[in-house]
């Protein structure tokens, strides 16, 4: 999904962004911490996939 440039805002100022545009605060949420995400992956190449599978799979491990 495209990048919405939300990374900048900080995690607390989230809900009172939801609420201004009136959106769904989870959905603002993912939508931040993808952002994040996307920021310290940028520029890593190819190897971003395999450390972003590496992540996936250790939350899926850790969150059972």
Known sequence: ????D?????RSQVPQLAKYFHVDEDELLILWLADRIL???EG???IKFKAIEVAK????????
């Open 44 to 46: 890593e190449g190819e």
């Open 57 to 64: 799979c250790e939350l899926a491990r850790t969150d059972l």
């Open 1 to 4: 999904f495209p990048s919405h």
């Open 6 to 10: 939300i990374g900048q805002a900080k």
């Open 39 to 41: 920021d310290a992956v």
